[in-house]
């Protein structure tokens, strides 16, 4: 089935290091997005990329890595200089100016 | 900065209402808008989409869109205790694409 893969599902963090978190999907679509989703609160664009090898900062990218090598995958890193990640990740990807559909998400939590 | 607000709810309805739903949206040039649906401690998911003026329907779900007072709007009737979830307004397109901060619905049986 096509759709968008997160994972892990659940990850959490020690402090000072540096966690990633998958996004892959096959369904050929060119742009994949990060938000944040923090409780009660709508989402925040961390990063975006339109095409391979390219990748722009959402509102939100201080503390956040991103890659864009293929154009099935978007992993995010969330490194040591986010001093505040627990927060919900959604990964979403478009084939172009339509909707965009979300995986199911990675719950990041502080050791 | 472009915005989304949403009335915060909590919106409480009896089953078999009708739920109305609200978003205003600052960025006049927008030409997309988005209602997505999110039960809790899951991802949002895309229920209906409108791009001019006037109103769309699908199943019990009718969005509304008024572009002069920019506002858009979701009426679900015949509401269930299914439809209980988190409503998010989105407009935009590509990388400026704005999710409101959504209104929790609650169907009450």
């Known amino acids: 089935d096509g759709g968008i893969t997160q994972s892990p599902k659940y990850l959490f963090r020690k402090e000072g290091q540096n966690v990633t978190l998958s996004c892959e999907q096959n369904?050929?679509?060119?742009?994949m997005y990060w938000y944040r989703q923090d409780p009660g609160q709508g989402l925040r664009l961390i990063y975006y990329?339109?095409?391979?090898?390219?990748?722009q900062k959402g509102d939100i990218a201080e503390g956040y890595s991103v890659s864009r090598e293929k154009k099935e995958s978007f992993p995010l890193t969330v490194t040591s200089a986010q001093k505040n990640p627990t927060a919900f990740y959604l990964c979403?990807?478009?084939?172009?100016?339509?909707?965009?559909?979300f995986g199911d998400g990675t719950r990041l939590s502080i050791l | 900065q472009k915005e989304v607000e949403q009335n915060s709810g909590p919106l409480s309805v009896p089953e078999g209402a009708i739920a109305s739903l609200n978003c205003t949206y600052s960025?006049?040039?927008?030409?997309?808008f988005f209602w997505y649906r999110q039960y809790s401690g899951k991802s949002p998911e895309l229920i209906m989409s409108i791009y001019s003026n006037g109103d769309k329907e699908d199943g019990r779900f009718t969005a509304q869109l008024n572009k002069a007072s920019q506002y858009v709007s979701l009426l679900i009737r015949d509401s269930q205790p299914s439809d209980s979830a988190t409503y998010l307004c989105?407009?935009?397109?590509?990388?400026?694409?704005?999710f409101g901060p959504g209104t929790r619905l609650s169907v009450l049986p």
């Open positions: 369904l050929n679509h060119d742009a």
């Open positions: 979403a990807s478009t084939p172009g100016n339509q909707p965009q559909h």
């Open positions: 960025d006049r040039v927008s030409q997309s």
């Open positions: 990329s339109q095409i391979v090898n390219d990748f």
């Open positions: 989105a407009v935009g397109e590509w990388q400026n694409f704005v």
